[in-house]
C-alpha cells in the first residue's frame, strides 16, 4: 500500500516562493504519473499540475508559469515549486499518482495579501 505524504507548506506573503514536497512510500510500481492539486477553503479539489513519465507536464491555467512540477526518482519525491505566490493560491495542497492511490493529509499554504 503506498503512502503519501506531503510537506512543505506554510503562510507566506504575496509574491513570495515555497517548494512542496510529496513523498511517496511502499510500492510505486505501475504509476504513470503523477499530480499535484489544491482545494480552497469551501471548493471543490482542482488539479493544479500533472507530470507523465515521458516528461511532459501540464499546468492550470491560473498556475502557468509560476509552478513547476518535478521529481527525484531515487527519493520516490514529487515536488512543486510555486513562485510569484497569490492570495488565491491559498489552499490544502495534495499529491496523488495514476492510478491513485489513497489521498495523504495535505500540506496548507496560506498566502496572505
Known amino acids: 500500500q503506498v503512502q503519501l505524504v506531503e510537506s512543505g507548506g506554510g503562510l507566506v506573503q504575496t509574491g513570495g516562493s515555497l517548494r512542496l514536497a510529496c513523498t511517496a512510500s511502499?510500492?510505486?510500481?505501475?504509476?504513470?504519473?503523477w499530480h499535484w492539486y489544491y482545494q480552497a477553503p469551501g471548493k471543490q479539489r482542482e488539479l493544479v499540475a500533472s507530470?507523465?513519465?515521458?516528461?511532459?507536464?501540464n499546468y492550470a491555467a491560473s498556475v502557468k508559469g509560476r509552478f513547476t512540477i518535478s521529481r527525484d526518482n531515487t527519493k520516490n519525491a514529487v515536488y512543486l515549486q510555486m513562485n510569484s505566490l497569490k492570495p488565491e493560491d491559498t489552499a490544502i495542497y495534495y499529491c496523488n499518482s495514476f492510478p491513485p492511490r489513497p489521498w495523504g493529509q495535505g500540506t496548507r499554504v496560506t498566502v496572505s495579501s
Open positions: 511502499g510500492n510505486i510500481f505501475g504509476i504513470n504519473s
Open positions: 507530470l507523465f513519465n515521458d516528461g511532459r507536464t
